[in-house]
């Protein structure tokens, strides 16, 4: 079965640090773009961050420039999100995805999705 597992969320106080992870099983992830998405209350989901197959980032969320981080590691087939200085700002529910192609797009609207995980809730709140 060919599904994307997200693990990481959760409660955190501003300024704190969490780090989302995204597993896939029943496909590689090797030679995909990989992204994290968010979506607040009220609000509609936007890009954050994507990597490439070769490892360029590309920044969709200029909100989190500096504090978060996109890695991958294709030998345990699964990529992650570094969170850090988080705010009230970044509460949301966080999707992982998978792009078709290997480059990443532009924007985050131009991105291919084939793959979406389930969503986990990131909240920061004194």
């Known amino acids: 079965q060919l599904q994307l597992v997200e693990s990481g969320g959760g409660s955190v106080q501003p300024g704190g640090s969490l780090r989302l992870s995204c597993a896939a099983s029943?496909?590689?992830?090797?030679?995909?773009?990989l992204g994290w998405f968010r979506q607040a209350p009220g609000k509609e989901r936007e890009g954050v961050l994507c990597?490439?197959?070769?490892?360029?980032?590309?920044n969709y969320a200029d909100s989190v420039k500096g504090r978060f981080t996109i890695s991958r590691d294709n030998a345990k087939n699964t990529f992650y999100l570094q969170m850090d200085s988080l705010n009230s700002e970044d509460t949301a529910v966080y999707y992982c995805?998978?792009?078709?192609?290997?480059?990443?797009?532009?924007?985050?609207?131009?991105?291919?999705?084939?793959?979406w995980g389930q969503g986990t809730q990131v909240t920061v709140s004194s």
């Open positions: 995805a998978v792009d078709a192609y290997g480059a990443c797009a532009e924007t985050d609207t131009e991105f291919g999705a084939d793959y």
């Open positions: 029943g496909f590689r992830l090797d030679y995909h773009a």
């Open positions: 990597i490439s197959w070769s490892g360029d980032v590309t």
